[in-house]
């Protein structure tokens, strides 16, 4: 049975986070390792690598070659995608903080430079051992960055599709209903698309905060109790309706206007004709 974990971020929203399996991540690493490999084979055919290697300059050159295929280019990925090399975003994993936050610099340098002896020196032995042996499946790494591995692949989402609650529609249609700020409409909308996804405790608090935003802008209030996102859904369906309709007619007006002001005066002859 797969194990969820909470995590309330910066900003207060629930996170459930799934640890990544040991297999993803292995394949994931095996992917990293194929790509690093490319890296290091396109350098050292440019560069006389091998003809050095029995100079001091060569020898210096290839410990510095190394550092950065093994420690310096795996974590500049892992800071500049916020946890995710190309092996994860294949495997759908991505490393985040303890806490559920986006990693730094700092967390990405400390798992690349114990990754060199775990991962690289021993072939991912510790790595494994260590990760075998706790819940999250951290390697050492991990526990000294302190960050762990999750899933982030989501489900294929059906088409969202915005309409009114039918119980709602005789009362919505007739309740006046003010212009409210685009960003409220937009997580109004983020939010129903996204509320079967959510943790219920973070989808109940957020819906209710929308529905006290939103119904500044309604009069009367619903004649009846109502759920949090019918309310939403219905207030903001019937919005965007009425904000067509103006839309519509405001166009027809401007094509109508146009059109009478190309017309030529009477007795005037079209040349196009």
Known sequence: MAVYEQHIIGEGVILDSRPASFMSRGLGWLIDICV????????????????????????????????????ILPACIETLSRGRSLGKWAMGTQIIRDDGGPISARHAFIRASVGLGELWLTLGCVALFSSLFNNRGKRLGDFLAGT????????????????????????????????????????????????GSMHPGSRAATGNELVAALSRFVQPQPPFPVAPEDFIASVVAERARREIIVENRRSQRKNSLQHTLEKLPLGIENPEN
């Not at 100079?55 to 210096?60: E, F, K, P, Q, T």
């Open 148 to 195: 762990y591995a999750v899933r982030v692949r989501v489900p294929k989402r059906t088409r969202f599709t915005l309409q009114p609650t039918p119980a709602l529609t005789p009362w919505v249609s007739q309740a006046e209903i003010s212009k409210f700020p685009d960003g409220l409409a937009l997580s109004a909308r983020q939010f129903l698309s996204k509320a």
């Open 36 to 71: 690093l490999f490319l890296v290091f084979l396109a350098i050292s055919r440019f560069t006389p690598l091998f003809e050095w290697m029995s100079s001091s300059a060569g020898s210096a050159f290839a410990i510095a070659l190394l550092a950065f295929i093994t420690v």
